[in-house]
């Protein structure tokens, strides 16, 4: 079993940034995990905002392109979205997944085989 937990959301005004952090924790956990980040908003279908393979290949959706930045840090079992430019419209509930893919950069919500309980940013206009 994988544990993943979700930290470093919070209010924000556009324009700032934040990073939120995902360690990840269990027997089987390891560096050839793919790993991504989603968002929620209110009323709205779960969105891949960002994705990063075992061997750092990354994805980025449209929408956030160019100002955030997914990353990983292999010794901490720890996955980071650096997020930038902040916008009203980037509010939502981020969730972390997992899933043990060697190599591949995983887009599909339902190719993720676990989920951390997520954690809310909120951009203010």
């Known amino acids: 079993q994988v544990q993943l937990v979700e930290s470093g959301g919070g209010l924000v005004q556009a324009g700032d940034s934040l990073r939120l952090s995902c360690a990840a924790s269990?027997?089987?956990?390891?560096?050839?995990?793919?790993m991504g980040w989603f968002r929620q908003a209110p009323g709205k279908e779960r969105e891949l905002a960002a994705a990063?393979?075992?061997?750092?290949?990354?994805y980025y959706a449209h929408s956030v392109k160019g100002r955030f930045t997914i990353s990983r840090d292999n010794a901490k079992n720890t996955v980071y979205l650096q997020m930038n430019s902040l916008k009203a419209e980037d509010t939502a509930v981020y969730y972390c997944?997992?899933?043990?893919?060697?190599?591949?950069?995983?887009?599909?919500?339902?190719?993720?085989?676990?989920w951390g309980q997520g954690t809310q940013v909120t951009v203010s206009s």
């Open positions: 997944a997992a899933a043990f893919r060697p190599g591949i950069t995983i887009m599909r919500a339902s190719e993720y085989d676990y």
């Open positions: 269990g027997r089987t956990f390891n560096w050839r995990y793919g």
């Open positions: 990063i393979s075992s061997s750092y290949t990354t």
